[in-house]
């Protein structure tokens, strides 16, 4: 089993009161240590798998923003009242172009306040390629990274400045180097934030 260190993850966990229940977002598909992982916790979890989206496989560029909102706010399927504590976005910013990285974070917002926690893998910065892995959580500080199965998506490598530029009320909060051209970030909601261009990582 191929494992990832993580030096962010264990400062989402701190954030959390763990005697409450939690509600967790998983964007990408299920995985076996992930469910057993949260199974320790009083934890409502969800997998979207929104990678295999056919909005996402195959965009339409000429979909309006209010059309992109609408497609993934269905494939999101939550309740109106949801707020989401940890939302683990993966790798999946490096799959989506700007104007679909744009409709998820509105698609999102009515689930977001000031506890929700963000885990972000991305490229170290725009000249790097990513490697295509399928990821989930062993433990605190310890990810599973599987290989990815078919063909690896067009990918988008953004700088920290840009993804953080794209992904409005949140801000990249610190970061992390990881092995093979890849970072760590964790994102919290930050709506006062001036989007300035220091470097985290």
């Known amino acids: 089993m191929p494992v990832l260190q993580s030096n ?15 509600i967790v977002l998983d964007m990408g598909r299920a995985v076996s ?4 992982f949260f199974n ?6 969800s997998f979207v798998d929104i990678y295999s989206e056919q909005f996402i496989v195959c965009p339409d560029v000429d979909s309006s923003h209010e059309e992109l909102v609408a497609q993934v706010t269905k494939s999101l399927n939550l309740d109106a009242n949801t707020k989401i504590d940890i939302c683990l976005f993966w790798d999946l910013f490096n799959y989506l172009n700007d104007a679909m990285v744009r409709a998820l974070i509105e698609a999102l917002e009515p689930h977001i306040n000031h506890s ?5 893998i991305g490229t170290r910065d725009s000249r790097n390629q990513l490697p295509f892995f399928r990821y989930g959580i062993v433990d605190k500080s310890n990810l599973i990274e599987n290989s990815g199965s078919g063909t690896q998506g067009t990918i988008y490598p953004r700088s920290q400045r840009d993804l953080n530029r794209l992904v409005d009320y949140f801000e990249i909060d610190r970061g992390r180097l990881l092995s093979e051209g890849r970072a760590e970030y964790l994102i919290f909601e930050n709506r006062d934030s001036d989007k300035s261009d220091k470097s985290i990582i």
């Open 8 to 22: 962010l993850l264990p400062a989402i966990f701190k954030r959390l009161d763990l005697e409450k229940r939690i």
């Open 33 to 36: 240590s992930t469910v057993s």
């Open 40 to 45: 320790h916790f009083k934890c409502r979890l």
């Open 116 to 120: 929700t926690s963000g885990y972000v």
